[in-house]
């Protein structure tokens, strides 16, 4: 009894000492402090108002936020040098071409979804739909872009 008496004290004191130390020390770093400040005051030049919720992915600094006139979801994708790679907005149902909701609603029946407008640096738009394990592509006039296929065509490209 007095082992486990001595087992119990022990773990409260380190827990006790443990919740002492900050967050940062020693451990991983959040996205916001992993972003750099010249990327966060680029944003904030663009949009002084907003306060984005920062994401690092695919090596992309990304900028999440509810866009204030439209209360829809918008993201922005920073390069490690500050450019805009990515801008990506939640469009409202009807305002995207009729194929994308034909092909979801025909291989996704009665599963609710979000499409979204996508434009590279480039100025290159395409429509995505993020699912839980996967996200589809359509391109501009919204046929299905087949993963196996982009693939296919980005190796070819190089």
Known sequence: MKTL??????????????????????????????TPASIQEKFKKEYPEITPTWHVADNYYVADFTDTNSFKGTSIAYDKNGKVVRRESEMENSSYPAGINNYFVKNFPGEKFKTWKSQNERGEQRYCIKREYEVLWFDKEGNYIDPEKKNEQTASAD
């Open 5 to 34: 008496y001595f087992i119990f004290i022990f773990a409260s004191l380190f827990v006790g000492f443990r919740a002492q130390i900050p967050a940062t020390a020693g451990g991983p770093l959040t996205a916001e402090e992993k």
